[in-house]
Structures are given as C-alpha cells and as structure tokens.
Nanobody
Framework: QVHLVESGGGLVQAGGSLRLSCAASGRDFSSNAMGWYRQAPGKQRELVAVLSSGGSTNIADSVKGRFTISRDNAENTVYLQMDSLKPEDTAVYYC???????????????WGQGTQVTVSS
C-alpha cells in the first residue's frame, strides 16, 4: 500500500527554521509531482509548494522567498525547508503526491497524515 509519512514538524519560535520530510513507500513517485499543502484551523487546505518531476514549481505567494521545496528521487522523498517562520505559518502540513495522465486531464492524489507546525509569537 502507498504511504506518505511526514516528519520534522514541531514547535519553533518566530524567525526560526524547520525542515519537513516526506518519505513515500509502496509506489515510485519519481515521475510524479510531489508537494506540500497546509491547513490552519477554520481555513481550507491550501497549496504551499509543489515540485514536478521535471523541476517546475508552484510556490504560494505567502511563503515565496522563505520556503524551498526539493526532492530526492532515489529516496522517494520530498522536503520543505522553512526559514524565517511566522506565526501565520502555524498549520498542519500535509505531503502530497499526484498521479496524472500526460494531458493532465485527470489525477489522483495521495496524502500523508500531516505534521503539526506551530510558530510561537
């Protein structure tokens, strides 16, 4: 079975850094987009950063210049380096891997269970 397991979350002071890791198992996602979403209480889940297999990225405006997404295909793992953290970054962060056709007309998302990131003010 496919599993996406996040790690690296926790409590950090404003201005600090965390690096999230997402290790996938059960399926090779080296040819698929992987990324990170987050959900704060009372808000909808939102895209943070996505990295395609070809290296293109989508980064949320709210984290541009502070967060960096990367991946290690040999380890089937995607990372999110978070610097200059702000209290508004507090959320549950979810790892995502997307299977899609070449025309991008359909897709299926796999999700991790999420990891809590709390930034103190």
């Amino acid at each position: 079975q496919v599993h996406l397991v996040e790690s690296g979350g926790g409590l950090v002071q404003a201005g600090g850094s965390l690096r999230l890791s997402c290790a996938a198992s059960g399926r090779d996602f080296s040819s698929n987009a992987m990324g990170w979403y987050r959900q704060a209480p009372g808000k909808q889940r939102e895209l943070v950063a996505v990295l395609s297999s070809g290296g293109s990225t989508n980064i949320a405006d709210s984290v541009k210049g502070r967060f960096t997404i990367s991946r290690d295909n040999a380890e089937n793992t995607v990372y999110l380096q978070m610097d200059s953290l702000k209290p508004e970054d507090t959320a549950v962060y979810y790892c995502n891997a997307r299977i899609s056709n070449s025309a991008n007309t359909w897709y299926y998302d796999y999700w991790g269970q999420g990891t809590q990131v709390t930034v103190s003010s």
